[in-house]
Nanobody, 118 residues
């Protein structure tokens, strides 16, 4: 059974930091591109950042320079370090795993809420 479990969300003041974690099981983690998406009510889910199996990273323009995605294959986990958070970063953040070859093989986590507010 495949599981992606996000943690680390919460309430933070503007300018603060949070670190999201995505712990996976049931997949060969090293074969997957890991991504973080976010979604706010009434909007489509948007890509925040991703990291390939060979550690290439990609970021949405809105988070470049503030967020850092990483992965630890030994722990089958991915992370999103979020610094200098802004109210516009408020969203539910989702972890996503996509097989690097068989792209139709993909999995989502349940999401974790991040709220940036004074």
């Amino acid at each position: 059974q495949v599981q992606l479990v996000e943690s680390g969300g919460g309430l933070v003041q503007p300018g603060g930091s949070l670190r999201l974690s995505c712990s996976t099981s049931g997949i060969l983690f090293a074969s997957y591109t890991m991504s973080w998406y976010r979604q706010t009510p009434g909007k489509e889910r948007e890509l925040v950042a991703n990291i390939t199996n060979n550690y290439r990273t990609n970021y949405a323009d809105a988070v470049k320079g503030r967020f850092t995605i990483s992965r630890d294959n030994s722990r089958s986990s991915a992370y999103l370090q979020m610094n200098n958070l802004k109210p516009l970063d408020t969203a539910v953040y989702y972890c996503h795993a996509q097989h690097r070859i068989h792209s139709a093989v993909a999995h989502w986590g349940q999401g974790t809420q991040v709220t940036v507010s004074p």
